[in-house]
């Protein structure tokens, strides 16, 4: 049976929201969380994403939204920035039980990666900012004098080269099945900071780059594992997550590209609202406006 929700949300600006799209979320399974903040940004965070088919490759899209609107919501500059990424997590969570129907074990797979996928985000905001700017002003005399010989490689060349480079931060921390899959953001920001300085490279070579390069190293990963332990040492649920992870590697790319690039900007700062951060809160309240005044106009 569905939970109703039983509190009235006091702030004004999602009474008016809600208003405009009456009907609330319905909870197919648990609550993730009964704190009002949740509560009354989730209805938000629904109305929203109406119409958008959510499926195993695109999951991230759930993630970004949720952070745009904990970034932009003045409900949470009070909070610090562990309950923010609470905050966005359960809010991906609720709506992959409510508004999905992937199987369990993709859910699962997906949940895992959640957490860790903010804070990679989070972490690694504007990260390829000053590098662009100072490779931009060397890259033709580069080119022209033709010494740097690493940035005129083949794209087979960088899928070796970086294949190489992940393989050897892998076997250096031992990681397991599931510790790869809580580190692949930070192991695509690896690969996007490699492949950024191939300016003779197009944005989409990079990007294919990028992808072969976990698939390789996925396969390889299983492959060296049951050499090392024998077949059937990951389970079918471990093996299905590193697949998953393959699947939505171009919505994951483009994500953590935009973020490293500065274009996507979720500080979670604990006291004001970043500039950069204020077009959902912007958006929002010129929504508020416009119906506050139209049924004011209809009175």
């Known amino acids: 049976m569905p939970i109703q929700i039983t509190q009235e949300i006091t702030n004004p600006a999602y009474n008016e929201i809600s208003a405009a799209q009456p009907q609330l979320p319905v909870y197919r399974s648990k609550l993730y969380s009964d704190d009002p903040i949740f509560m009354g940004i989730y209805i938000t965070y629904t109305s929203l994403l109406i119409g958008t088919n959510i499926n195993a490759d695109n999951w991230i899209l759930l993630l970004t939204k949720a952070m745009s609107l904990v970034t932009g919501s003045s409900n949470t500059s009070g909070i610090d920035k562990q309950q923010k990424i609470n905050l966005c997590v359960n809010m991906v969570l609720q709506y992959l039980d409510d508004y999905t129907d992937l199987a369990d074990d993709v859910i699962f797979s997906i949940k895992t990666s959640v957490e860790t996928t903010c804070i990679s985000i989070l ?26 010989t690493d940035l005129l490689i083949t794209p087979m060349q ?9 393989e050897t931060v892998i076997n250096m921390r031992n990681m397991n099945a599931s510790e790869l899959k809580r580190e692949i953001p930070e192991l695509i920001i690896i690969g996007i900071s490699t492949v950024n300085k191939y300016s003779h490279m197009t944005n989409l070579e990079k990007k294919n780059i990028i992808i072969e390069v976990f698939k390789n190293l996925v396969d390889r990963y299983i492959k060296n594992q049951e050499h090392i332990h024998g077949v059937g040492y990951l389970t079918k649920n471990e ?14 790319i483009d994500t953590l590209v935009a973020v490293a690039k500065g274009k996507a900007d979720y500080k979670f700062e604990f006291s004001d609202i970043t500039e950069n951060a204020s077009n959902i809160k912007t958006l929002l309240c010129c929504l508020v406006s416009c119906m506050t005044h139209k049924r004011g106009t209809n009175a």
Request: aromatic share 2%; proline share 2%.
């Open 123 to 148: 972490n690694n905001t504007g990260t390829l900012q000053k590098t662009n700017k100072v490779a931009s002003k060397s890259v033709t005399t580069q080119l022209n004098a033709m010494q740097d």
């Open 158 to 166: 960088a899928i070796t080269q970086l294949i190489s480079k992940l």
């Open 239 to 252: 093996q299905a997550g590193l697949s998953l992870i393959i699947n939505s590697m171009p919505f994951m």
